[in-house]
């Protein structure tokens, strides 16, 4: 009831007074709200948005403020609604880091394109991207992108050869054949799957072939020969194994 008696309000201001009130107080910004934010401040944000207590309103170019919040490489996207008269609901949408830069002294945030985000923060824990040139790189954390963060934190560095083929090393030393950046949501799917496998085996694997996700393999300590690993269930979960296969 008091939103339609305001609006009520501003509609007879605009009828009564024309374009000038327009200018008045009355649509200037009191109620700013930033949600979505996480590695940058609600006040960096606004900052990008160029918006601020007293910004009118009324002539706010939602598209432009949008424009200038993407144009950041922490923003994958943004949504600007204003609401008259005096209120800016801004959400954003937050690039989520993937990795970091092997070879620089002080390591860099990579995004899934293989944007540089910026320095990466002391303790980080995101694998290392230890590949040169942007093609290569954007190819690994394509890879990475496609990983849920409980598989990614698992992952120690990423490796491009010059033919494009990934290898992954998880953090206890498990090298992981991955291919070409191709198919990266069902290699995603069926390294979980093999890694959820391999907890149950009695002896530990000491690596994982992924090149092609349909029929993942790993190879057990002794073994001669890999054994294949049905791709996940429906549940995430992989069924028993189905068959082995020479390296």
Excluded at 56 to 67: H, I, P, Q, T
Excluded at 160 to 169: F, K, Q, S, Y
């Amino acid at each position: 009831m008091q939103r339609l008696v305001l609006i009520a309000v501003v509609v007879a201001a605009l009828a009564g007074g024309g374009v000038g009130v327009t200018h008045t107080a009355i649509f200037a910004a009191r109620t700013i709200t930033v949600k979505g934010e996480s590695h940058l401040s609600e006040p960096a944000v606004l900052k990008l948005a160029g918006v601020h207590s007293g910004t009118n309103v009324f002539y706010l170019d939602a598209d432009a403020v949008r424009a200038r919040l993407i144009a950041d490489p922490w923003v994958a996207d943004a949504t600007v609604v204003r609401r008259l008269p005096s209120t800016v609901l801004i959400t954003i949408d937050e690039v989520r880091p993937v990795g970091i830069t092997a070879s620089a002294q002080d390591p860099l945030l990579l995004a899934q394109d293989g944007t540089v985000l910026g320095p990466a923060p002391a303790g980080t824990r995101l694998p290392a991207v230890g590949t040169a040139g942007e093609t290569r790189a954007s190819g690994a954390t394509r890879a990475l992108g496609a990983m849920p963060t409980a598989l990614l934190v698992r992952v120690r560095s990423v490796t491009v050869a010059v033919d494009g083929r990934i290898t992954l090393t998880l953090r206890d030393g498990v090298i992981v054949t991955y291919g070409d950046a191709t198919e990266a949501d069902r290699k995603a799917q069926a390294l979980r799957a093999v890694i959820t496998w391999a907890r149950n085996q009695p002896i530990g694997v000491i690596s994982i072939d992924v090149s092609s996700p349909a029929v993942p393999t790993a190879r057990l300590r002794g073994a001669t020969a890999a054994t294949a690993v049905a791709p996940p269930t429906p549940s995430g979960s992989p069924v028993s194994p189905s068959s082995t296969r020479s390296p």
